[in-house]
Nanobody, 121 residues
Framework: QVQLVESVGGSVQADGSLSLSCAASGDTTECMGWFRQAPGKQREGIASISSNGHTSYTTPVKRRFLISKDNAKNTQYLRMNSLKPEDTATYYC?????????????????WGQGTQVTVSS
């Protein structure tokens, strides 16, 4: 079993930056990632990272968001730059096992409670 605890999100103006963290306790995590869900929309995966550093990003966040992981602390981070109002959503941390490395695809098994990120124009 893995428990995931996310940091508190926040509010920021457009073009600003915000960082999230997610600490995993329990079993070690082979793959960690971030999802988000905007009001009225489906939850979407945005970034993932394996324990050996392979990463994957979806197009809307590529080159703006950076995912990283401290394996010793079993904690992942999401640095969000150049934020846009359309990035407003509840962000969820996830953990699981790697299905494939190239491209990085994870089988998600555990979820955090979600944290709100609001970007104002």
């Amino acid at each position: 079993q893995v428990q995931l605890v996310e940091s508190v999100g926040g509010s920021v103006q457009a073009d600003g930056s915000l960082s999230l963290s997610c600490a995993a306790s329990g079993d070690t995590t082979e793959c960690m990632g971030w999802f988000r869900q905007a009001p009225g929309k489906q939850r979407e995966g945005i970034a993932s990272i394996s324990s050996n550093g392979h990463t994957s990003y979806t197009t809307p966040v590529k080159r703006r968001f950076l995912i990283s992981k401290d394996n010793a602390k079993n904690t992942q981070y999401l640095r969000m730059n150049s934020l846009k109002p359309e990035d407003t959503a509840t962000y969820y941390c996830a953990a699981g096992v790697v299905a494939t490395y190239f491209p990085l695809i994870c089988d998600w098994k555990y979820w955090g409670q979600g944290t709100q990120v609001t970007v104002s124009s």
